[in-house]
């Protein structure tokens, strides 16, 4: 059975806010760890904003997220791994016997009904090819030398929030490949409902820092866009405080701008369930 893409969060850092917000305070306090607790919510999250505008990312190091990820391509799971903090265990192809024609169909074939024909064509003819090299006696660990980049796979990975907020830059952005803008997209909608004040001003490179680094490659979309990053200035940070009452307005238009960015367009991770 060929099942769509799907990302769920399987575990995180118990209270992710609370790990950096002890981390900062710990950098600046002579008191003993146990007694460094924030009065409430805000002060905890202006702390947390002081330390994203500062940069001081290395505290964010404390809190991490563990993903299983479902229903990929090889070309995907290829991408992902080169990010080099982030921790996997991929679904081996020399352990398990590769059926059913798994193979992630790219939405550009998919919407050619020519393309889409002679794609199924390889795929079946590789699934066979494989099939009757099992049935000769190849190993699987061989005989999984004629999977192309199509292949499904699941993978379980887990990132610490800045390797997070670095792929987020990185993979939200138009000019990252729609499968893993598709899955970069699912993991910041999590991780913004899972520890708002870690990533409400997270996402795509020019989402968090107003400009683009692609130069004549860039899209152009951040010459229209409202910065909505609190890592510029400590003016954010007490923009950020003074808005703190109407976050929840401020996330939802947050939100609907990215709806309707080119950056969300590919094929939807379903989020399987939550923790
Ligand atoms: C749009 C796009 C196109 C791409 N095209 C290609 C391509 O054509 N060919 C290709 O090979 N790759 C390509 N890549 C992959 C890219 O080169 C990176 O390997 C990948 O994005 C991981 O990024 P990273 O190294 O910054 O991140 P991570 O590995 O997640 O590391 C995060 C940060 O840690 C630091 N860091 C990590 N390791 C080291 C180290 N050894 N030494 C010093 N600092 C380190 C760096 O500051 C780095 O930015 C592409 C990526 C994107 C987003």
């Known amino acids: 059975m060929v099942k769509g893409p799907t990302v ?19 950098c600046t306090s002579s008191l003993p760890i146990a007694s460094l607790q924030a009065s409430d919510t805000a002060s905890r999250d202006a702390l947390i904003q002081r330390v994203l505008a500062s940069r001081h990312m290395s505290i964010l190091e404390h809190a991490s997220f563990t993903f299983g990820i479902e229903g990929v391509s090889r070309a995907l799971s290829h991408q992902l791994v080169r990010h080099r903090h982030a921790s996997f265990g991929q679904c081996s192809q020399r352990y398990t016997c590769f059926g059913n024609k798994e193979f992630r169909v ?22 066979q090819g494989y099939d009757v090299l099992c049935s000769l006696g190849v190993p699987q660990e061989d005989a999984r030398y004629l999977l192309p980049n199509a292949a499904q796979t699941k993978l379980v990975m887990t990132m610490n929030a800045r390797e997070l907020r670095h ?53 152009g979309l951040y010459q229209g866009m409202p910065q909505v990053s609190s890592v510029k200035s400590e003016e954010n940070t007490q923009q950020y405080l003074n808005t703190k009452g109407n976050e929840n307005e401020s996330v939802q238009k947050e939100r609907k701008g990215r709806a309707s960015s080119p950056c969300l367009e590919g094929t939807p991770f379903a989020q399987g369930s939550a923790l």
């Open 167 to 219: 792929f987020f830059n990185l993979r939200c952005c138009t000019r990252a490949q729609w499968e893993i803008r598709s899955l970069a997209n699912a993991m910041l909608q999590i991780c913004q409902a899972e520890a708002p004040a870690l990533f409400t001003y997270a996402g795509a490179f020019c989402r968090e820092f107003g400009t683009c680094p692609e130069g004549s490659r860039s899209c």
């Open 8 to 26: 769920s969060l399987i575990t995180k850092t118990e209270n992710p806010e609370l790990a950096v917000y002890k981390a900062a305070l710990n």
């Open 106 to 127: 790219p939405p550009s074939v998919a919407g050619k009904k020519e393309a889409l024909q002679v794609f199924l064509e390889c795929m079946d003819a590789i699934q």
